[in-house]
């Protein structure tokens, strides 16, 4: 069985907007159910949770309603990413030899092929991030101020879905919280399970951060 928890209880404090990005309208669906819907036609067997703020919990309830949309299973997330996501998993409670996907509720445009390679990843290892090539100039700021180069072809961007064999997953999220937790795969790394595999990702699958996201969002999508 494959599990699918897309996190969206973030108050997205960086966006600018009144409502928190996963609610703003991406044409005429809010962003996350675009999320939702993207993910649920790449993997139509999946069992599916979203992950609100209980603030939230109505205000989707009546977006749903709104949209004629049928919400995935609704999980009370945390104060922080990391609480949301082991709320999530000891709620779905997925068997040791199930696999776990965790995808940011602001990256509607998912592709079929980047989940495609995920899935083919899972099967020869028990963890998989997409990654992409890092284009921009890097430069290293120094405690002094100053900065350096640094060399981009050693680096690349990190995406979800974020995928597990569940039985690693469940632990790593059993373990107490760190303040280095900055994605799922660094929670798994720091369980001692090594590095996941990498896969390749897709420059589409962008995380709306900032209004103007919205736009580019709806260009991939051919939404006008």
């Known amino acids: ?133 890092v284009t921009d100039s890097l430069r290293h700021i120094e405690a002094d101020g100053r900065s350096q180069a640094v060399d981009r072809s050693t680096l690349v961007a990190v995406q979800t879905p974020q995928a597990f064999r569940a039985e690693e997953i469940k632990r790593a999220y059993s373990l107490p919280y760190l303040p280095e937790f900055t994605d799922d795969a660094s929670v798994y790394e720091a369980a001692g399970y090594g590095s996941p595999a990498l896969v390749e990702g897709s420059p589409l699958n962008i995380k709306i951060t900032h209004p103007r996201d919205i736009e580019v969002a709806a260009l991939f999508m051919g939404i006008k």
Not at 31 to 49: D, F, K, N, S, Y
Not at 81 to 108: C, F, M, T
Not at 115 to 133: E, K, N, Q
Request: proline share 7%; net charge negative; charged share 20%.
């Open 1 to 133: 069985m494959v599990y699918v928890i897309i996190v969206a209880a973030g108050r997205g404090s960086r966006f600018g907007a009144d409502l928190p990005k996963q609610f703003c309208l991406l044409g005429d669906y809010p962003v996350l159910m675009h999320t939702a819907i993207r993910m649920g036609r790449c993997l139509p067997q999946a069992q599916m949770a979203i992950v609100l703020s209980e603030d939230y919990v109505q205000y989707w309830e009546k977006l749903c309603e709104q949209h004629g949309f049928v919400s995935p299973r609704v999980v009370i997330g945390g104060d922080t990413r990391w609480q949301s996501v082991k709320n999530a998993i000891e709620a779905l409670s997925p068997a040791d030899d199930d696999y776990v996907l965790i995808h940011d509720g602001v990256r509607p445009v998912v592709t079929t092929p980047m989940i495609r390679s995920i899935m083919d990843g899972l099967m020869t290892s028990a963890a998989v991030i997409p990654t992409i090539p």
